[in-house]
T-cell receptor, first 114, second 114 residues
C-alpha cells in the first residue's frame, strides 16, 4: 500500500521568500516520488521526480526536492518565490506495492504576496 | 507533440442529460487514465486503460459512469444520466509506462450539471 500526505492546504509567502511545501509518503517498498504543478484552468505538469539516482532532485523553475528515507519525506523548496509560482502543487507516489499507479496528495495551494 | 487533448473544455448541462467527455492521448502512450477533481475529494482516479483495455475501474462512482477506449488514440467518459453532484473537472492523462514515468495531463473538462 502507498499513501501521500501534504501538510497544509494553503501556504502563503511573500515574493522573494523561501518556499517550503511538505510531503510525507508511506510505502512498504522503495517508492518513486513526483511533484506536479497545476496553474489555473490547466492540467497537472511535472515539476520534478525522484527515481533513486540522487536524493536531491532539481526541477523546473528553480524548484528542488530532497528525498529523506528516514523521515519518509519529499519536501519541495525554492529559495526565492516569484509571483508566477502561485499555483496548486501536488505530491505523488508510485511503487510496486501500488502496482505503480500514482497516488496523489490533496494538494497545496501556494499564494505569493507582492 | 500536441500533448493530451481533451474536449470540450467546458460543458454545462441539465440534470438527467447524457454527457460525453473525450480524450486523445499522446501518441505511443500505452496507458490512459481518467481523473476527477473536486474541492471536497481532491484528485480521484476513476479508471485506467492499458493498450485500450480497462484494467481498473474501481474508482468509477456509479453505473451512471462508463468509459471506453475503442483505439489507441481516443477515449470517452460518459455520464448517463448526469446529476448536479457530478459537477467537477475531469482530467485525462497518459504515459508510456508505469513505475517512474510521469503522467501527462490534458487541460481538463469543466463539467457543470444544473
Amino acid at each position: 500500500a502507498q499513501s501521500v500526505t501534504q501538510l497544509g492546504s494553503h501556504v502563503s509567502v511573500s515574493e522573494g521568500a523561501l518556499v517550503l511545501l511538505r510531503c510525507n509518503y508511506s510505502s512498504s517498498v522503495p517508492p518513486y516520488l513526483f511533484w506536479y504543478v497545476q496553474y489555473p484552468n490547466q492540467g497537472l505538469q511535472l515539476l520534478l521526480k525522484y527515481t533513486s539516482a540522487a536524493t536531491l532532485v532539481k526541477g523546473i523553475n528553480g524548484f528542488e526536492a530532497e528525498f529523506k528515507k528516514s523521515e519518509t519525506s519529499f519536501h519541495l523548496t525554492k529559495p526565492s518565490a516569484h509571483m508566477s509560482d502561485a499555483a496548486e502543487y501536488f505530491c505523488a507516489v508510485t511503487s510496486s506495492g501500488g502496482s505503480y499507479i500514482p497516488t496523489f496528495g490533496r494538494g497545496t495551494s501556494l499564494i505569493v504576496h507582492p | 507533440d500536441a500533448g493530451v487533448i481533451q474536449s470540450p473544455r467546458h460543458e454545462v448541462t441539465e440534470m438527467g442529460q447524457e454527457v460525453t467527455l473525450r480524450c486523445k492521448p499522446i501518441s505511443g502512450h500505452d496507458y490512459l487514465f481518467w481523473y476527477r477533481q473536486t474541492m471536497m475529494r481532491g484528485l480521484e482516479l476513476l479508471i485506467y486503460f492499458n493498450n485500450n483495455v480497462p484494467i481498473d475501474d474501481s474508482g468509477m462512482p456509479e453505473d451512471r459512469f462508463s468509459a471506453k477506449m475503442p483505439n489507441a488514440s481516443f477515449s470517452t467518459l460518459k455520464i448517463q444520466p448526469s446529476e448536479p453532484r457530478d459537477s467537477a473537472v475531469y482530467f485525462c492523462a497518459s504515459t508510456n509506462r508505469l513505475d517512474n514515468s510521469p503522467l501527462h495531463f490534458g487541460n481538463g473538462t469543466r463539467l457543470t450539471v444544473t
